[in-house]
């Protein structure tokens, strides 16, 4: 664990996302959420010198929205939304999975070929599209209101984004399993008398656990970027907001901004990038987590390998 710590991949992922969600926490617990904006800036006549969208180095950092919002704010605002959602999605995906795939994994070979031929479909079906027409009824903005409340939509979609990824996910976990329940010393654990849930806890999950990690970091980066394609199709977390003027986001979440700003991708291209490019630093830090991770668990393994010769 000491060596892990001491990784530079791992230092940079998991310091980037701390400092990115405590800021963000901090930011609504201190600040009541509230960003900062500057709508316009008059020369000491009283003329206009300044209105927004401000570009980057100019009166913030990484510009403005077309409101005068600060955007590396707003960004900043939006990190717990957006970081909590992909990993509240991942942890349901790997959790149902897990426990799916316990009753399911010593099923006949029969049975389980077809519940693989059932959902090896669903792997090659883009996400984005199943998602997209489960959810555009629900979370889209009418001329009437919302057909729902705030907390019917968040749910409703929590559902889709973790069911649409399970039945490949769970399969996936049922052949790991199977491959270790044909290992000599499973056979050698069931010979010498051991029950089933004995050596599943005792003999199976030892050697799988270490597997779920990698596996929860790589649904991360699935549910991060299937957020962003939905946000690009203006199905915004939580709600769009349509009418009269612009769409808008019921929260700062990052797809959100992508979502309803792409329309500036060619004369206030910061307004888009600014949240573009938190999505790859997020994206980039969980990979170099999880590629740490991989790596550590390689020495391990080889130190057990050569500490059994």
């Known amino acids: 664990m000491i060596r892990l710590l001491k990784t530079k991949k791992f230092i940079f992922g998991v310091s980037f996302l701390t400092i990115l969600l405590t800021l963000s926490i901090l930011n609504t617990v201190v600040n009541d959420g509230k960003i900062r904006q500057v ?64 009753f399911l994994f010593r099923v006949p070979d029969r049975i389980f070929n077809l519940i693989k031929t059932v959902s090896e479909p669903l792997s090659f079906f883009p996400q984005t599209l199943i998602a997209y027409f489960l959810l555009v009824s629900v979370v889209m903005y009418t001329i009437h209101g919302f057909h729902h409340p705030l907390w019917v939509r968040v749910v409703y979609e929590f559902i889709i984004l973790v069911l649409i990824a399970l039945p490949a996910l769970t399969v996936q976990l049922i052949e790991k399993k199977r491959r270790v329940w044909k290992e000599e010393f499973i056979k050698s654990a069931i010979t ?72 500036f991708m060619l004369a206030h291209e910061w307004i888009v990038y600014v949240p573009i490019l938190f999505f790859a630093l997020t994206a980039l830090s969980v990979a170099m987590i999880n590629k740490a991770l991989s790596d550590f668990f390689k020495q391990k393994e080889m130190v057990r390998n050569n500490r059994g010769i």
Request: hydrophobic letters at 45%.
């Open 192 to 263: 010498l008398g051991g029950s089933k849930r004995h050596i599943y806890f005792k003999h199976v999950l030892p050697q799988l656990y270490e597997e779920w990690i990698l596996m929860f970091g790589q649904q991360f980066l699935q549910v991060l970027a299937l957020l962003v394609h939905l946000g690009v199709l203006l199905i915004l977390f939580g709600g769009t907001i349509t009418g009269e003027g612009p769409p808008s986001s019921v929260t700062h979440e990052w797809s959100g901004l992508i979502g309803i700003n792409k329309r």
């Open 39 to 102: 709508q316009f800036i008059y020369n000491e006549d009283g003329t206009l010198e300044k209105a927004p969208p401000y570009p980057p180095f100019d009166v913030f950092l990484f510009g403005s929205d077309m409101y005068g919002y600060d955007m590396l704010h707003t960004v900043i605002e939006g990190a717990k939304y957006s970081i909590g959602i992909v990993l509240v999605v991942a942890f349901l995906r790997m959790i149902l999975s897990i426990v799916l795939s316990y």
